[in-house]
């Protein structure tokens, strides 16, 4: 079959290049054309041919169609230097003027030139347009047959007037198939070739029988030590899934050794060369069916267990999987036989009536876990109900089909009924496939970086099973009735891309432009990593202006990235520059603040009034600049904290930056003695303690103040320049320090605030007279008081 299938690519392949051979050049054969599209139309008006038909007839529109499609691009370099030149003689007069005769006549023959290269394109274009409204009409009479196919009445299983002749033709095809059998066993002729291929047959035979009889139990006894690390191993996970996989593709090989002995045996048949050619795929449906039952329903309570359900609803679950996708698979036998019998419509539809019930009964029965199953989660608080709904959603749709299916398919509408059913039941088990692909890509996650229980919040699982649904899609539309033809022109359409405002986007386009940015990108990573760790530590500049140049060079990089990726990817930015400049006018209202933030930005990497390390105060915040970004800066606090400054408020407002141009700073400690003391000596002694501090510059020196008389002490201040701002509080902790150490030494008083305090009717307060009342002692201002101390 597959042999017979390859001959017929090459030979359709063969002629196909055969026919462009025999093209003149590269235009298409319009004289067998025309012969193709008049036969198109008469068979599309006739409306009489078949559907194979109809599908062979639109390939070879197809194939017209591509050939239009290339055809439109001929002497496409030509058109474009023929049309630069007549640009070149500027524009045509207009009516009424004249232009000199030699410039009229070169106008005249370019014009006619272009015209003549324009007519090959041209011609393929209407042609184009020809084969793509044949090709619409077959669409739309195929689908108007399939949309009858659906509500037309056929014979009814359920009426007793059909039963009998079903019987008789189940009857005669198995007295034919044992007739068949008997005679060619007898044959000499088979016999002596059964003799030729019989150590073929025993190996085969030997082969199957193991594989189907043991196969399933060697393989288990594989999974007994993943078992135990199973609940925590990511790899002991992986290596059951594919333990599982390879024992339910025993079996499978075991029954293709069975057919492979059968066949060689030579005592095969017509019919039962028909059964053989089903049995393979009634095995995989059965064992496809039970492998995701499995996954679906594990046995193991350590396995992972997408459905919630008790150990014996679990174990149904399983026997359901394997039933339906056994009645699947024998009704795929039946349908084969019945064709390859002719059996009549009615005997075909009895005939598949009961296993259509069994195929219904246990779709349902899935869909009753599905509820089941929901029910165990919202008891549990373990589902949101907005995914509540849409599983609750599911397992009625599965449980109205497998209960319609059958209805409707009794009542005579067999299409309808099987629309209903099959496609319902491959799209749980593809639905279930897809859960269990998830779960192998979070698996195989898990087992290269090692993350443990953590690698199912990760995002790239999420991202591939995202790219699993989305492959997923093609497949599901198959099921669901979508030609063969018709996503291969979705897909074709694809490839081409689709126009919107004069830009043609397409998935070519789309991979050069994200290869091209990615290269320029990283090109643009590594020259700001050279700049930041290798060339610009070797400059003079300073901290903040080599964070400002790494800076620009990285948006100026990112922009001419995407500038060249667009025009690789073939997106004219002519087209949409009208489009362009309406978004710009309305970023201009919209985002007005953002982008004055964004030029703000950029003002401060060039201007640099500040940078990153610098102290700086805006308003009430101080603290060190951190970050500088198009948008916003970082300011680090002196608490830790950070704080995010609009960048706009930096350049408009008023910013003080402690270590601008370079880190020295003043500091000011300011000194209280008491009255009495000596002012010069007190002068002297801070003098020599401002000039001792190590982080004091001695020019220009420090300087000691004496400010004047306060209310409770001379204050003096100590007025001197650091070499480093950054340090002040702790210089002035020193300074502090050593001054009442210096004080201490000289005997020099440090005064206190001092109050007195007088109780007004002191007798109240304590119930006695006033005589025995007595005044309450001087206490500083510092010392706390008692609630009778006061008058209020």
Excluded: C
């Excluded at 109900?385 to 005579?412: M, N, T």
């Excluded at 390390?613 to 300011?635: E, F, K, P």
């Excluded at 930056?657 to 002694?685: F, L, W």
Aim: without cysteine.
């Amino acid at each position: 079959m597959r042999l017979r299938l390859i001959f017929a690519v090459l030979t359709a392949l063969f002629l196909s290049m055969g026919l462009a051979l025999a093209q003149d050049g590269n235009a298409p054969d319009y004289e067998a054309w025309d012969r193709t599209a008049s036969r198109a139309e008469a068979a599309i008006d006739a409306e009489a041919a078949s559907d194979p038909a109809f599908e062979t007839l639109r390939g070879e529109l197809v194939e017209w169609r591509s050939r239009f499609q290339d055809a439109t691009g001929l002497n496409a370099a030509r058109i474009e230097t023929l049309r630069a030149q007549i640009e070149a003689l500027g524009p045509a007069p207009a009516e009424g003027e004249s232009e000199p005769a030699e410039i009229a006549a070169q106008r005249s023959e370019l014009t006619t030139r272009l015209a003549e290269a324009q007519a090959p394109s041209r011609r393929a274009e209407a042609e184009l347009l020809r084969a793509r409204g044949l090709i619409g009409e077959i669409d739309e009479l195929l689908a108007a047959r399939q949309a009858g196919a659906l509500m037309s009445l056929e014979p009814a299983p359920l009426n007793p007037a059909n039963w009998a002749d079903a019987v008789f033709s189940v009857y005669d095809w198995v007295h034919a198939l044992v007739t068949e059998s008997v005679s060619l066993w007898t044959s000499p002729i088979y016999q002596t070739e059964f003799s030729q291929n019989l150590p073929a047959v025993v190996i085969y035979l030997i082969l199957a029988l193991l594989l189907l009889a043991r196969g399933r139990a060697w393989v288990g006894r594989l999974m007994t030590a993943p078992v135990a690390a199973e609940a925590t191993s990511p790899v002991a996970r992986l290596l059951l899934f594919f333990l599982s996989l390879a024992q339910n593709a025993a079996p499978v090989l075991g029954v293709y050794l069975l057919v492979a002995a059968i066949r060689a045996s030579s005592f095969v048949g017509m019919r039962s060369g028909v059964v053989l050619d089903a049995l393979p795929v009634v095995a995989i449906f059965f064992f496809t069916a039970n492998w995701v039952g499995r996954q679906v329903f594990p046995l193991r309570e350590t396995a992972p267990r997408p459905m919630k359900l008790p150990p014996q609803q679990r174990r149904r679950g399983r026997i359901t999987a394997g039933g339906l996708g056994l009645f699947m698979g024998l009704s795929y036998l039946v349908e084969r036989v019945a064709e390859s019998e002719g059996f009549p419509t009615a005997d075909r539809i009895v005939v598949l009536f009961p296993l259509i019930i069994l195929t219904g009964l246990f779709l349902a029965q899935i869909g009753r876990f599905i509820l089941a199953h929901i029910r165990t989660e919202v008891a549990e608080e373990k589902m949101l109900p907005q995914r509540a709904r849409v599983y609750g959603f599911l397992g009625r749709v599965v449980i109205l089909a497998g209960i319609a299916g059958p209805l409707l398919v009794g009542f005579g509408y067999f299409s309808a009924g099987s629309i209903f059913l099959f496609p319902t039941a491959l799209s749980l088990a593809l639905l279930a496939i897809l859960g269990v692909l998830q779960r192998l890509v979070t698996n195989v996650y898990g087992a290269l970086t090692k993350s443990g229980v953590a690698e199912e919040e990760a995002l790239i699982p999420m991202l591939v099973g995202f790219v699993l649904t989305i492959l997923s899609l093609p497949v599901f539309a198959l099921i669901w009735g979508m030609r063969v033809a018709q996503l291969q022109d979705l897909w074709q359409q694809m490839i081409d891309g689709f126009t919107i405002g004069g830009v043609t986007i397409s998935p070519s386009n789309f991979f050069a432009f994200v290869l091209v940015f990615s290269v320029g990108y990283t090109i643009t990573r590594l020259v700001q990593s050279s700049l930041r760790n290798s060339v610009l530590p070797k400059t003079k500049l300073d901290v903040g202006g080599r964070t400002a140049v790494v800076t620009g060079v990285g948006y100026v990089g990112i922009f001419l990235a995407a500038l060249v990726a667009i025009t690789m990817a073939g997106i004219d930015l002519s087209s949409i520059a009208i489009v362009a400049g309406a978004l710009s006018v309305g970023i201009g209202f919209g985002l007005q603040t953002i982008v004055s933030n964004f030029v703000s930005g950029i003002i401060l990497l060039i201007e640099r009034p500040i940078k990153e390390g610098d102290w700086v105060q805006v308003g009430t915040t101080a603290g060190y600049v951190r970050d500088i970004s198009v948008r916003s800066t970082r300011i680090e606090t002196f608490d830790g904290s950070d704080v995010i400054v609009p960048n706009a408020d930096l350049i408009s407002g008023v910013v003080t930056n402690m270590t601008h141009h370079n880190t020295t700073g003043r500091a000011i400690v300011p000194v209280g003695v008491a009255y009495g003391s000596d002012t010069r000596r007190i002068e002297k002694i801070l003098l020599e303690i401002a000039e001792a501090h190590p982080m004091v510059l001695l020019t220009p020196p420090p300087t000691v103040v004496f400010q004047g008389f306060g209310p409770d002490s001379l204050n003096f201040e100590i007025r001197a320049i650091l070499r480093d701002v950054n340090w002040v509080l702790s210089t002035m902790s020193d300074m502090n320090h050593e001054i009442a150490k210096r004080f201490a030494e000289e005997e020099i008083e440090i005064p206190f605030a001092q109050r007195d305090v007088w109780l007004r009717n002191p007798e109240a307060l304590s119930g006695g007279s006033r005589q025995e009342a007595v005044a309450a002692p001087s206490v500083p201002d510092d010392q706390p008081t008692t609630d009778g101390d006061s008058d209020e």
